[in-house]
T-cell receptor, first 114, second 111 residues
């Protein structure tokens, strides 16, 4: 089944403890992206990747890192999480960047930083 | 930078009433996509509009793209409880590869 898989679904952590949220897609998509969703703010892009080894900042990249060493994986790294990073995170992929192909979203990761 | 505003933020309707959400972009769009997110779920692609003035229908849902390609709307006729969720538009500005999401409209349908 074609899908985007995110793990974990829920994560509670403390300030400053490094964490990684994994994202994997099995559709051979070139484009992958991370979003955070906050009440009243919609979906805001954190980082995106147009292909392997090509990543770039979105609208809210501060406090996050990503890597794209393989086409299928696009992990989101929080080196030193802070409470303002408490949010619902979505990974998404599409066939190509800038194409008219739709975004496929993972099931989301709800992160709480205390 | 490009902004996409979406109104209303919330809408409560009685089952059987109609519902409309509007998206307005600060820049001309190459295309616009619509997504639906059920409560507790993830956004799911509904449709894409590309041409100026385009109108597309999916059963009770009607999607429109403005003539100037700067605004779009989603209209649901005779809402049902299965329509509950948050509807997002996502616009891609001409000459760019990035989609900007609207803030979403959360729809509640009262049975």
């Amino acid at each position: 089944e074609a899908q985007v898989t995110q793990n974990p679904r829920y994560l509670i952590t403390v300030t400053g403890k490094k964490l990684t949220v994994t994202c994997s897609q099995n559709m051979n998509h070139e484009y992958m992206s991370w979003y955070r969703q906050d009440p009243g703010l919609g979906l805001r892009q954190i980082y995106y990747s147009m292909n392997v080894e090509v990543t770039d900042k979105g609208d809210v990249p501060e406090g996050y890192k990503v890597s794209r060493k393989e086409k299928r994986n696009f992990p989101l790294i929080l080196e030193s999480p802070s409470p303002n990073q408490t949010s619902l995170y979505f990974c998404a992929s599409s066939l190509f960047a800038g194409s008219n192909s739709p975004l496929h979203f993972g099931n989301g990761t709800r992160l709480t930083v205390t | 930078g490009q902004q996409v505003m979406q109104i209303p933020q919330y809408q409560h309707v009685q089952e059987g009433e109609d519902f409309t959400t509007y998206c307005n972009s600060s820049t001309t769009l190459s295309n616009i996509q619509w997504y639906k997110q059920r409560p507790g779920g993830h956004p799911v692609f509904l449709i894409q509009l590309v041409k100026s003035g385009e109108v597309k229908k999916q059963k009770r849902l009607t999607f429109q793209f403005g003539e100037a390609k700067k605004n779009s709307s989603l209209h649901i006729t005779a809402t049902q409880t299965t329509d509950v969720g948050t509807y997002f538009c996502a616009g891609r500005a001409s000459g760019t590869y990035k989609y900007i999401f609207g803030t979403g409209t959360r729809l509640k349908v009262l049975a």
